[in-house]
């Protein structure tokens, strides 16, 4: 029988449909081992730090779950994030509900594949079954893939896509008409974008009444609980705080949105099938379910668009990571609408065969412009992924007892911006016991409810390796200094080091080398993470270190060489990452008159957590038989370890 049923059109749909799961789940597996964090980040401090605060004191109460977080109201990321926060025995783990979240995304893009191979037919079928697949490993949408907090977004496009399906296929019906409500209302308690999704079904579903010549009666029972529900959705709406100034203003915005992922006002022509086939549909009073479903899309992408331009319109220049999942819909239903049209409006089959050929063309535009905007937007979650592990070692300071370091951090890197709030929050001595492993304090260890995992540091100070975090047992302040860690965390990290979880060259250790065959060339620092070096600059830990400057000569043309960083200990011990220069520096070249200084430049982040504290000298050699001393000693405060890059 179960061999029937995958041979069955329902089974092959579920089978492709789970294929695309797993290929988007491992996808963003591998890129949040990478470039994810464990750690909070921005309003998840002041969202979630008095959830969990509560609950331990017991003066929590389930209407936390639904009240207001700025002018969203997000009951399902607040109560999927509780769920893990008991699971992982009550500790906060970002790292965690990324993976949980993009497990989330991955099921959408899962049952929105399963949808199209139900629903669809044709060369459409295989476009819109790779889009579902390029929606999911396409990188856009980094800022809600490496925030845990951020599955307020992913929830209210579950279930806007569930509602808009709904609407478009339910029976007259009450019952039909109470699954699309309960779908939109679970849109409006995700984000403030599921009032929109209130609107678009109760469209949809008067549509539908035109096109079907549906009874009155009939009409009424599907359309009228709908109807209630955006009602009260559109009184209770809260907006934003820093609208467009003008009428143009807006407009510009609005013209912003449309043309993702296109930065040219000409991206807003893709709409074009879009507007053609509403109104065929409409003229015709004929539309076929997929018809109703993709218009659905197109127009709840459009109010978006239009909410998000006004709302957020101030000012605005580009369109925030975190939209670009919620236009990825408008995407496939232009791709759709022109496919259609060519059913529709086509009757010559070689007229036809010329229109799939640019529909085609079409299509390629649309991934082109979804491989740009991943490519510009990897880089930004690279930066944000150094940002937070910097932030993290500010963060560690102030819980090691250095007041100053959120007020005055030596980088300027924070998990929240407003230094005082995140004082307030960590000095709660609730706050401090749910912290993840990474924030857990190394000085002053503070251990809350016991938990049923821990991993000890080594003598070296590093994290142990994979197998070494023991699970079954109780942890205790008593005669022992490990840091307990919930089990899902433990899974969590497990995977973090089996996925390549490190992508900075590290600072190894080795043996003295001795530089006399090699040549004085010349150099400079001139930042280090950030900041211009002063002498003897001074770090509370080093777990990443940025060093950007120059380095010379070059003796061929070649614009990237092989560059080593060396640190030296006051004891002579040495510490060198292997990394590249070859950043065209122009400048240095007319400075030392001197054309091999032309790709001199360098700019790399290393791995130093496995630097213990002390005073280091900095150097560098070429792969040329250069070397050359910067001149700068960097302090290093307090060991790290790698506990800080989780």
């Not at 007041?403 to 004082?423: C, E, K, Q, R």
């Not at 960083?565 to 008159?593: C, H, T, W, Y």
Request: charged share 15%; glycine share 8%.
């Amino acid at each position: 029988m179960v061999e029937k049923f995958f041979t069955t059109r329902t089974g092959s749909a579920v089978r492709w449909s789970l294929l695309v799961f797993l290929l988007v789940f491992a996808v963003r597996l591998w890129l949040l081992a990478r470039y994810s964090t464990s750690v909070p980040w921005w309003d998840a401090w002041v969202a979630e730090a008095p959830l969990y605060s509560r609950w331990m004191d017991g003066s929590f109460m389930w209407a936390d779950l639904w009240g207001w977080h700025n002018e969203h109201r997000i009951f399902f990321t607040r109560s999927l994030d509780l769920s893990l926060f008991l699971i992982n025995e009550q500790q906060w783990d970002g790292r965690v509900q990324t993976f949980v979240s993009s497990a989330l995304f991955s099921f959408i893009c899962s049952m929105s594949a399963f949808w199209v191979l139900r629903n669809t037919r044709g060369v459409v079928l295989y476009i819109l079954l790779t889009f579902s697949i390029a929606s999911g490993i396409q990188l856009s949408g980094w800022a809600n893939t490496y925030v845990g907090f951020q599955s307020c977004f992913y929830f209210v496009l579950l279930f806007s896509l569930v509602a808009i399906a709904a609407s478009a296929s339910v029976a007259p019906s009450w019952r039909g008409g109470t699954l699309v409500a309960l779908s939109a209302l679970a849109a409006v308690f995700s984000l403030a974008a599921g009032v929109l999704t209130t609107i678009t079904v109760v469209a949809i579903l008067a549509l539908r009444i035109w096109i079907d010549r549906i009874a009155w009666r009939d009409g009424l029972s599907m359309i009228g609980l709908p109807a209630i529900v955006m009602i009260w959705s559109l009184l209770d709406a809260r907006s934003g705080t820093v609208h467009p100034t003008t009428i143009g203003e807006f407009v510009y915005s609005l013209t912003i949105m449309m043309s993702w992922p296109f930065s040219s006002f000409a991206g807003t022509l893709l709409w074009s099938p879009v507007g053609v086939l509403v109104f065929v549909v409409v003229k015709n009073r004929r539309g076929s379910r997929a018809d109703l479903v993709f218009l659905g899309l197109a127009s709840w992408v459009f109010l978006f668009c239009c909410a998000a331009a006004y709302s957020r319109g101030y000012n605005f220049s580009d369109v925030q990571s975190r939209y670009t999942d919620l236009l990825l819909p408008g995407l496939g239903a232009q791709l759709y609408s022109l496919f259609r049209l060519c059913d529709i409006l086509v009757t010559s089959a070689w007229v036809k065969r010329i229109m799939l050929g640019l529909s085609v063309g079409f299509t390629v535009i649309i991934a082109a412009g979804l491989w740009k905007s991943s490519v510009s937007e990897l880089s930004l979650w690279k930066n944000y992924a150094y940002s937070i592990r910097m932030a993290t070692v500010n963060t560690r300071a102030f819980l090691d007892g250095n007041i100053h370091a959120l007020t005055s951090p030596s980088n300027g890197f924070l998990l929240y911006p407003y230094p005082s709030v995140l004082a307030e929050i960590l000095n709660d001595s609730a706050v401090r016991s749910v912290l993840p492993v990474s924030l857990q304090s190394s000085v002053n260890t503070t251990f809350g409810l016991p938990r049923h995992c821990f991993w000890r540091p080594s003598e070296d100070r590093t994290i142990p390796v994979l197998g070494r975090i023991a699970c079954g047992y109780r942890a205790t302040a008593s005669g022992s200094t490990a840091f307990t860690i919930g089990p899902l965390s433990a899974l969590s990290f497990s995977a973090w080091q089996l996925l390549a979880r490190q992508p900075y060259i590290r600072f190894d250790r080795v043996a003295r080398k001795t530089n006399g065959k090699l040549n004085v060339g010349s150099c400079a620092i001139d930042q280090v993470n950030g900041r211009t070096p002063t002498v003897g600059s001074n770090m509370e830990y080093a777990t990443v270190l940025e060093f950007s400057g120059w380095m010379g000569p070059i003796t061929t043309d070649g614009d990237h060489h092989l560059l080593d960083f060396i640190l030296e200990g006051s004891e002579g011990e040495q510490f060198i990452a292997k990394g590249v220069g070859g950043i065209n520096r122009p400048d240095v070249a007319i400075f030392m008159q001197d054309v091999r200084y032309s790709n001199s430049g360098y700019s790399q982040r290393l791995d130093a957590s496995r630097i213990p504290a002390g005073k280091y000298k900095v150097s560098f050699q070429n792969e040329y038989g250069y070397q050359c001393s910067s001149g700068l000693i960097v302090t290093i405060g307090r060991d790290s370890d790698e506990r800080l890059l989780y």
